[in-house]
């Protein structure tokens, strides 16, 4: 079952920027945290980034810096900004609603999980 909606993938050129965003459905249940996370052909799921219920945020070392996580609470969407982006960034980029309270957690969960919350955006950067 679909429970979130992800949207703004596409293609860039090393160092362009896109914003990703998810929306969850009525039926999602978000009240433990949000974040997103990543899987590229061959590669196991990364957690890239994650908010909890108290604001808390914690990135993916790699992300650090460029990725900025938020969530618009009015509209129940989740965000992620991501400049500076690298070909070694490319992916499919879900986003997710685990059951977790702090970040690290919601982080982990994620990751760790086989759960895919949603289809997912494709984020291709070129070289």
């Known amino acids: 079952q679909v429970q979130v909606a992800e949207s703004g993938g596409g293609s860039v050129q090393a160092g362009g920027s896109l914003t990703l965003s998810c929306t969850p459905s009525?039926?999602?249940?978000?009240?433990?945290?949000m974040g997103w996370f990543r899987q590229a052909p061959g590669k196991k799921r990364e957690g890239v980034a994650a908010?909890?219920?108290?604001?808390?945020?914690v990135y993916e070392d790699s992300v650090k810096g460029r990725f900025t996580i938020s969530k618009d609470n009015a509209k129940n969407t989740l965000y992620l900004q991501m400049n500076s982006l690298k070909p070694e960034d490319t992916a499919t980029y879900y986003c997710?609603?685990?059951?977790?309270?702090?970040?690290?957690?919601?982080?982990?969960?994620?990751?760790?999980?086989?759960?895919?919350w949603g289809q997912g955006t494709q984020v291709t950067v070129s070289s």
């Open positions: 009525s039926s999602a249940d978000s009240s433990g945290g």
């Open positions: 908010i909890d219920n108290n604001g808390r945020i």
């Open positions: 997710g609603t685990p059951i977790c309270v702090t970040a690290i957690q919601c982080l982990r969960v994620m990751t760790e999980s086989h759960i895919n």
